[in-house]
């Protein structure tokens, strides 16, 4: 079974306006048809959140929300704020979420239904969409060399992808997700309704359901993946499929020491041994472990807004008031029900 995370790039013709002004930015609403060959129905639309400083464009960076839908209203006050002290910071709506889930679906399940074709679907339709929103980012004018790429959660999973294909990512930071897919689907809180469906009897042709026979052919095989090229392994049909979408098989093709990794010590979600998994592929990059659950973090992002700065070389006193200054307004209009 084969998968492409390539794409036909092309000029980019967007419906966009201004629909929040701050003091020091503006935030763009952008929507372009998806590059993706074969979007399911009701995500063939690219929806971005661009916040753009009203002055000096210093960085630029593209935050990745996790599965499901409120997580992303926290993104988007902390990217007010990064635009506020100059970084132009963008969060595109990942297919299969939010605004772009398919049609009789919900928030987040394509991506952990145990269909791998419907999961390969929708992981190669988020690593187009993520290189096609570069593109468009570029198109403008707004894609600096000086960059940085964040990911929460399944956010960071499409990272760890699309910076192994996407040689215009410049720094990236994992917050809170791990790799090892048999990990995820069989012990994830995340992915519970899945093994409520392996208990009402569903099965299928690659065994997603066994879970000792999954986790021994990935010990078996998870060597051989890791000493893979590219082609190798979107094309070799001995392995099992989900490598293809696994974190940890592309990690030997990233730059670590532009890696930071921020895992969360008490993180109900995403399992142990699939965060340590990821981290091991990941050696030299740089990992702090913080006393906090999987989305404890969320209502204090301005911590790593202020990160952000550090890694894209914005460091002054200046900028990093703006981000630690509270608009009232701002968290009004993004928390609002």
């Known amino acids: 079974m084969k998968i492409d995370f390539n794409y036909d790039r092309k000029r980019i013709n967007a419906t966009e306006g201004y629909i929040l002004k701050g003091a020091n930015y503006r935030c763009n609403y952008a929507r372009f048809e998806s590059n993706y060959k074969s979007p399911a129905p009701g995500t063939e639309m690219v929806e971005l959140y661009s916040f753009e400083p009203k002055k000096e464009t210093r960085a630029s960076v593209l935050l990745l929300h996790g599965l499901g839908s409120r997580n992303i209203r926290f993104l988007l006050w902390m990217g007010s704020h990064l635009a506020s002290a100059g970084v132009h910071c963008s969060i595109p709506v990942l297919p299969g979420n939010y605004t772009r889930v398919e049609h009789n679906s919900v928030s987040g399940r394509s991506f952990l239904y145990p269909d791998i074709n419907n999961m390969f679907r929708f992981w190669e339709h988020a690593v ?109 049909n001995d392995i099992h499929p989900l490598f293809k979408i696994d974190p940890l098989s592309y990690a030997h093709f990233l730059d670590k020491s532009k890696i930071t990794f921020i895992d969360a010590l008490f993180d109900e979600t995403i399992p142990f041994g699939s965060r340590v998994s990821l981290f091991k592929e990941m050696k030299g990059a740089t990992r702090y472990v913080l006393p906090m659950t999987h989305g404890s973090w969320l209502p204090f992002e301005i911590f790593l807004a202020q990160y952000i700065l550090f890694k894209v070389n914005i460091s002054d006193k200046a900028s990093l008031k703006q981000v630690r200054k509270k608009v009232k307004l701002d968290r009004e209009f993004f928390y609002r029900d």
């Open 128 to 236: 187009v969409d993520i290189r096609s929103t570069i593109d468009f980012l570029e198109q403008k004018g707004a894609w600096k060399e000086n960059n940085c790429i964040m990911g929460y959660c399944l956010g960071g999973m499409l990272s760890a992808i699309t910076a192994s294909v996407d040689k215009r990512i410049n720094q990236i930071i994992f917050m809170t997700t791990g790799g090892y897919f048999p990990k995820i689907i069989h012990e994830s809180r995340a992915a519970a309704f899945v093994r409520k469906q392996f208990e009402n009897g569903l099965k299928d042709e690659y065994y997603l359901y066994d879970k000792e026979r999954l986790y021994e052919t990935y010990e078996n095989q998870l060597s051989k993946v890791k000493n893979m090229c590219r082609l190798e392994l979107f094309s070799d």
